[in-house]
């Protein structure tokens, strides 16, 4: 018996037995959803069976791609003081993850065509990430992989919340190879801009590099720790973006921020290196943000007494800035956004939060300035 299709999804097939080259931009304001959300409707009904090859158009100039982590990220809670050799009675949450992953759906939130490029296991935390996800971003660029597993990260927090140990499984990501990057050639050469987090090797974070000078595409870089830091392509010129906070920097530089005039004198360290524009975030003393055009700005950070999960917070930041740039506003308004929507973030039990629409982040901004 054929599977029923629901109402959505009958009247895409129509309009694509009626114009088989309308584009999923199009189809997607006619049905009210994101391009994305269009995306993963075809591919559905592709698997069904009832659409048969691509005779749509995709303008892949307008998609924001993603490269870099999708984790399931995994707390656990204990009740009583830890004992080591034995069980310990804990409470348990999961959720999805990854920076690459959640700008990917802060962006995707916010209205922009976003592509996730990425490794994963052919498991069910992939499943899981894959359910959370599809609906903000494009997931048929991420490539499973049967010998390794889905990214995790597994934290255990004592009575206190505070953390006892965590273990990470990045493995997964060590085979985003410059072939992987190289294979994609069509969509990078026409992405809108390319973001890659520290997860990445570094031999194909090098590979971006190259490939965005050769093509003049928009290149950010996200940093995901201080170890990772050594990741950090040789050459940074032309890399349009380094999000960045005071650990990461002061790691790569090996000198410790001390004072605000330093803070402003590492932003110009990280320009003098080729990058065109970089953000240093110092938690609660809040941003410096710059470049060689409209100069280097401290930003404050708004204070906040109750904060509900710092979790995605500094992935809210990135997205918030990467996307008033691409809306064209000047480098304060940049940083502001950023700002925003990461204290909007904090006070959201949610690594991304719910709420998130560009009319909404905009509300946010005239709400807090």
Not at 42 to 63: C, F
Not at 233 to 251: A, H, M
């Amino acid at each position: 018996m054929p599977e029923k299709l629901s109402g959505k999804e009958t009247t895409l097939i129509n309009l694509i037995r009626e114009n088989p080259f309308i584009s999923q931009q199009e189809l997607a304001e006619i049905l009210g959803l994101s391009r994305p959300s269009i995306a993963n409707m075809i591919s559905g009904l592709t698997k069904k069976g009832l659409i048969v090859g691509r005779a749509y158009i995709l303008n892949d100039s307008e998609q924001i791609v993603c490269i870099g982590g999708a984790n399931v990220d995994r707390k656990f809670f204990l009740k009583e003081k830890t004992m080591l050799g034995t069980s310990n009675p804990v409470k348990s949450s999961q959720s999805v993850g990854g920076v690459a992953r959640n700008i990917a759906e802060n962006l995707g939130r916010l209205g922009m065509d976003v592509t996730l490029l990425t490794k994963c296991g052919a498991d069910s935390e992939w499943k899981f990430i894959e359910d959370s996800s599809s609906l903000y971003m494009n997931l048929e660029k991420v490539i499973p992989s049967p010998d390794h597993s889905t990214g995790s990260y597994s934290a255990v927090l004592d009575e206190n919340g505070d953390m006892v140990i965590a273990l990470a499984d990045m493995e997964v990501y060590e085979y985003i190879t410059p072939e992987l990057i190289l294979s994609h050639e069509s969509l990078l050469k026409h992405a809108k801009c390319i973001i890659a987090d520290l997860n990445c090797p570094k031999e194909a974070l090098q590979t971006l590099c190259y490939f965005a000078k050769k093509h003049d595409r928009p290149l950010i870089f996200i940093p995901v720790s201080s170890p990772k830091m050594a990741r950090l392509p040789d050459d940074l010129t032309g890399v349009t973006w380094l999000i960045t906070n005071r650990d990461e920097s002061e790691t790569f530089f090996q000198q410790e921020i001390k004072t605000e005039s330093e803070w402003r004198e590492f932003v110009e360290k990280w320009l003098s290196l080729g990058i065109s524009n970089v953000v240093i975030t110092k938690g609660a003393d809040g941003v410096m943000i710059g470049n060689k055009e409209e100069g280097v700005f401290h930003i404050p950070a708004i204070k906040s007494d109750q904060i509900i999960d710092v979790t995605g917070a500094g992935d809210a930041f990135s997205s918030g800035v990467i996307f008033s740039w691409l809306e064209g506003n000047a480098l304060k308004e940049i940083g502001k956004a950023g700002i925003v929507n990461a204290y909007k973030t904090l006070h959201s039990p949610f690594t991304v939060r719910e709420d998130l629409t560009a009319t909404q982040l905009q509300k946010d901004m005239e709400e807090l300035s």
